[in-house]
Structures are given as structure tokens and as C-alpha cells.
């Protein structure tokens, strides 16, 4: 398995929720059904997390290539340095949280 630093790993216990839940399906005791009830802000947060950093993803790609696009049609009408609006770009672009960072922008 190939170790990729820059995706995001869950924060969550996914093993441990599922154990939850089926402790609460099949026992159905107060102690169960509130310790399923607990997971749900954790889950709700780490929602949230993903949602931020596919929305980053998704904003930095549309960046990028909407750079990619205007040097090409720079070069395309010859100017003289095609290549600034993705130096530009690739310059003013963010580091991304650590891969233990919750996803928001600081």
C-alpha cells in the first residue's frame, strides 16, 4: 500500500460507531441507545470536515485550471509571457491544513 500524505484521513472510529449501532439494534438498552444517539455530532463533525475539504479541493482545481486556460489562450495570441497566469496562480496558492488539521481555513 502506497502511504499518500495529502489525503484526508477520517477522524472518526468507523469500527467502533458500527459496534455502537449494532450493540443498540440488537440489545436496545437506554445505555445503547444513547451511546449510538452520542456518535451522531461526531459523525455530523467529521461531515463537515470532509464537505470543507472537498469544497477546498474543488475551488483550488477550478483555480488552477482557469489559469491553465488563459495561458493557453495567451500563447495562443502571442503575448509575451503566457506562462504568468499560472506562475501567478501556483504562487498564490495555500498550503493545505496538516493531515491531523480539521479541514477549516486559518
Known amino acids: 500500500m502506497t502511504y499518500e500524505p495529502h489525503i484526508p484521513r477520517p477522524t472518526v472510529d468507523r469500527e467502533?460507531?458500527?459496534?455502537?449501532?449494532r450493540a443498540a439494534?440488537?440489545?436496545?438498552?437506554?445505555?445503547?441507545?444513547?451511546?449510538?444517539?452520542?456518535?451522531i455530532p461526531v459523525m455530523l463533525a467529521e461531515i463537515h470536515r470532509l464537505y470543507a475539504l472537498l469544497s477546498r479541493a474543488r475551488w483550488d482545481f477550478a483555480d488552477m485550471l482557469a489559469a491553465a486556460r488563459a495561458t493557453l489562450d495567451a500563447d495562443r495570441d502571442g503575448e509575451a509571457d503566457p506562462l504568468s497566469y499560472?506562475?501567478?496562480?501556483?504562487?498564490?496558492?495555500?498550503?493545505?491544513p496538516p493531515a491531523d488539521g480539521d479541514g477549516r481555513d486559518r
Open 16 to 21: 467502533a460507531i458500527l459496534t455502537h449501532l
Open 25 to 39: 439494534q440488537h440489545r436496545r438498552t437506554p445505555v445503547a441507545i444513547w451511546t449510538v444517539i452520542a456518535d
Open 86 to 96: 499560472l506562475r501567478d496562480e501556483v504562487s498564490a496558492h495555500r498550503p493545505w
